[in-house]
């Protein structure tokens, strides 16, 4: 379970998190962090992997308190991705994931296997890729890498930033295929900011939605993305409709008001 009670995160003397509590988010589930853009959604989430500093409040993970958590603890139990990626490497797809893997295991003495490498590049769609150097990779290909390097290392908590905003449709469906499959396997705790209302329609267990730092809604994200949240945070007209399939599904009719 992940516990997030009164967060406070400020840069400087600028708060962009001033009180942030939301319900326990539960192990084997989906979390979809939601909000326009500039609401806080990447200050949380480095917030929360202990990249940004917390000023206030408490963050437990299976009542263990991260904001005083040893460096050690959190690399073993934490996961994040960033939005943009770093500059590749001159490394083989293949050996920067075993990288990443052993990384967060010198804490454990334990080491990820070729095999399990492997495995997880093929269901990623990838596993053609693990010779390539990183550098010669598309922005989508690499993308896929760093979710690949995210999710070898099996934390308790991973925390993705925006992790399909590089791939083509069926690929944005398979990696969600992949990590609700996952995440309920191997009992993480996962938290993806969208941008994309409907991949959280379909793929996500529960659904945060911010605006300006602040909590707007929580629940199912069929509960939380409606009209008037639509509006109220997005600006725009919009309904939500069961696609022939019965799945939710966000259409936009117009445009409201500026929000910026
Ligand atoms: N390092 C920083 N120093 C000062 N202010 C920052 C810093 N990083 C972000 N901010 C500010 O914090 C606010 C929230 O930014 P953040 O990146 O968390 O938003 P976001 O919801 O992830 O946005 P987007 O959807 O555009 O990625 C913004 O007003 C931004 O200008």
Redesign the pocket.
């Known amino acids: 379970m992940f516990d997030i009670r009164h967060l406070r995160v400020a840069?400087?003397e600028?708060t962009?998190i001033s009180d942030l509590s939301v319900q326990p988010l539960q192990t084997g589930t989906v979390t979809a962090l939601l909000?326009?853009?500039?609401?806080?959604?990447?200050?949380?989430l480095?917030a929360l992997a202990g990249l940004?500093r917390i000023s206030g409040g408490q963050v437990l993970l299976d009542d263990q308190d991260l904001t005083s958590a040893s460096f050690e603890t959190r690399a073993r139990q934490v996961v994040y991705l960033p939005?943009s990626l770093p500059a590749a490497v001159h490394l083989r797809v293949f050996e920067s994931v075993l990288v990443a893997a052993n990384a967060s295991t010198f804490a454990d003495g334990g080491s990820a296997s070729v095999a399990a490498v492997q495995s997880l590049l093929e269901r990623l769609g990838i596993g053609h890729l693990a010779m390539q150097y990183l550098d010669s990779l598309s922005g989508g290909q690499k993308q896929l890498v760093g979710l690949a390097q995210a999710m070898i290392r099996r934390p308790r908590l991973l925390l993705l930033?925006?992790p399909l905003s590089a791939l083509d449709l069926n690929y944005q469906f398979h990696v969600m295929d992949l990590l609700n499959q996952e995440t309920r396997e191997n009992g993480l705790i996962t938290v993806i900011?969208l941008?994309d209302l409907n991949i959280a329609l379909r793929h996500a267990d529960y659904t945060l939605m911010?605006r300006k730092?602040e909590l707007i809604a929580e629940g199912s994200p069929r509960e939380v993305i409606s009209p008037s949240s639509l509006a109220d945070v997005y600006g725009v007209v919009g309904r939500v409709e069961p696609c022939s399939r019965g799945i939710p599904q966000v259409l936009i009719d117009g445009l409201h008001n500026p929000i910026h």
């Not at 326009?36 to 990447?42: A, E, I, L, T, V």
């Open positions: 840069y400087g600028r962009i909000g326009p853009n500039g609401s806080g959604k990447s200050t949380l480095k940004t939005q930033d925006e900011v941008h911010i730092g």
